[in-house]
């Protein structure tokens, strides 16, 4: 048998689940691991040092490696290197969902002129198969929308805090006790990792570039334990959504931020550190992809998955499959968020006050916002009512005039939050 022999840039969590799960793969052959501080101990039996370098261009110009597998994260210097891996003729496999979606494009052109493939199974939602499956099984189909929970820090975060009533704050301590979020977890806990993971999809679902820069982004760091308990009341659950569709005259919306959803629906019932995508397309209606988003070997199950696809290929045909060639030369039209139409959950502190609720209707209506539910929620000690608004589909645009026209009252204390709504 034709062995495939590879060099691994990155040897930490994903790196070293790569490394032993293709111990059962004796046509892998890995001839290299390039890692930053090369004296770091590994935790792994038997572990042959050697295989080491802390300089990853030994792996990307060794004319004996025919892939690299790149696991180390970050766009600098994972672009060069990879480039250059590119221009000596190698296949790319990498997880690395950031450098997708900021370099993508240009990785992706460099690709296709030296006639290599690049796969990325396990850049979006770690083990979850959807990369592939999109461009296979799926390819004759129209995709028209993805709702999905693509990051498991934040999925577990909110759903502690509506299991056990936690603030936000104990919550995030508990997460990165547990070693779900990093020390600083701004990458997940802002929104920017799924931001990232949804960038990759949705240029593979609608065939269109997307530009990271125009997505909208919010993440859940200003969802207090109030919304979350008045969300409950309503029938609805907190979740951080990436959202992507293609609107009627071709324009897409894709955005990321903390939706509340109905109990209902499926994303609602996805808890803790799992991921879950939901894609509808014609002919085939609505799919969702459910399990580990993360973690080492879930990550690797995808990771030597493409390496799989790629060696069998490779033996086959001696030509790779043109499955990660990128055909999208255009960008789609973007739309912003103050364009888009949405159901709203509006938490506000107002004066108690007779006529505040119909003064808080009159500003809805007048900015074309109608009302589905309103709720006042007690009175505080400094005589104060906390009113919670759940509207109708409502643009934008004119649900931030509203807020901005009940500022202006002096009923109005306060807008404690504004999040979209998903049924
Ligand atoms: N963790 C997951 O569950 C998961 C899931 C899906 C995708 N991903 C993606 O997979 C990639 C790796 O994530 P990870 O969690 O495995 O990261 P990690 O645990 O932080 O490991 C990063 C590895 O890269 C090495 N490294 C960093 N800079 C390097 C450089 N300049 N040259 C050579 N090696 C370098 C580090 O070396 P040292 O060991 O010497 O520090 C370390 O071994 C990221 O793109 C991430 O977004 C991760």
Known sequence: MKTLKVGIIGFGTVGTGVYKVLQSFPEIKIQKIAVKNINKKRNIENFNYELLTDNPYEIVNNPDIDVVIEVAGGTDPAFDIL?????????????NKELLAKKGSELFQCAKENNVIILYEAAVAGGIPI????????????????????NGTTNYILTKMAEKEL????????AQELGYAETDPTGDVEGFDATYKLAVLSTISFGKKIDINKIYREGITKIKANDIKSAKELGYTIKLIALGQVLENGEIDVRVHPMLVAKKHLLAKVKNATNSIMLSGYPVGDLVFTGAGAGSEPTASSVVGDLLVLASDLEVTNNPIPLAICRHDEYAEQINIGDTYNEYYIAITAGNHPGVIGLIGTICGQNNINIST????????DN?????VITEKSKES???NALKDMLKSESIKNIDNLLRVMN
């Open 131 to 150: 990369i592939m499956p999109i461009k296979t099984i799926l390819c004759a189909n129209k995709i028209h929308k993805i709702a999905a929970i693509l």
């Open 83 to 95: 480039t250059t891996a590119i221009k000596n003729k190698k296949h790319i496999v990498t997880a």
């Open 374 to 381: 309103i709720m006042q929620k007690g009175i505080n000690e």
């Open 167 to 174: 603030s936000y704050e104990t919550a995030l301590k508990q």
């Open 384 to 388: 104060t009512a906390e009113i919670v």
């Open 398 to 400: 004119d649900v931030q």
